[in-house]
């Protein structure tokens, strides 16, 4: 794969085009509550799927990194600079963000192993979203507004990101 050989300028050219990816998903959002709907993580799971675990993880890095110091690359284009970051809601799903794209950039190339490790993706970004909304919201709530309702998108985006990133290799699927 191209994109994991890359090196030095074009390396950092590649990780920040794709934390650009992620802050164009971040602004195709709906306002739900305390966690609004996005692209994002289809854009993360791309990245990670395309760039590999360490590039995918460190491009989502960058990403978040870009929002904590002020740029507005979240959904809605908003920043939440410096220690906005700890008082945030979303703060969780966020700071999940690199684990999430290195779990996308480890994933076979089989299409239903890629949509699995995608879900299984997915699933830690909720997690520790949850974990970090519950603090706001309490347990029942948190549920409720930061983890069901995105469950059906997550799956829908978990099989989408998997045909992208197959199809950026050309159609072949590897084991």
């Known amino acids: 794969n191209k994109l994991r050989s890359l090196r030095g300028a ?3 050219a590649a990780l ?3 934390a650009l990816l992620i802050t164009a998903g971040a602004q195709a959002h709906i306002e739900r509550g305390p ?3 996005t692209l994002q ?3 993360l799971l791309v990245v990670g799927g395309c760039l590999g675990p360490a590039r995918g993880a460190a491009a989502a890095a960058l990403y978040v990194a870009w ?3 002020g740029a507005p690359v979240f959904a809605d284009g908003k920043a939440l600079p410096g220690m906005e970051f700890l008082d945030s809601k979303t703060s969780g799903y ?3 963000f690199p684990v ?3 779990i996308a950039g480890l994933a076979p190339r089989h299409p239903f192993a890629l949509a699995s490790a995608f879900m299984a993706a997915h699933a830690v970004i909720l997690a520790v979203g949850f974990l970090w909304l519950a603090r706001f919201l309490g347990a029942g ?3 409720e507004h930061g983890v069901a309702p995105f469950l059906l998108g997550a799956a829908a985006k978990s099989i989408f990101a998997g045909a992208i990133v197959i199809s950026l290799r050309g159609g072949r699927s590897v084991s």
Do not use: D, E, K
Request: net charge neutral; hydrophobic share 85%.
């Open 10 to 12: 074009s390396l950092l």
């Open 16 to 18: 920040a085009l794709a």
């Open 35 to 37: 966690v609004p709907m």
């Open 41 to 43: 993580t289809l854009a």
């Open 67 to 69: 929002g904590i110091l």
């Open 94 to 96: 966020l700071a999940a």
């Open 100 to 102: 999430a794209a290195a």
């Open 141 to 143: 709530a948190a549920w």
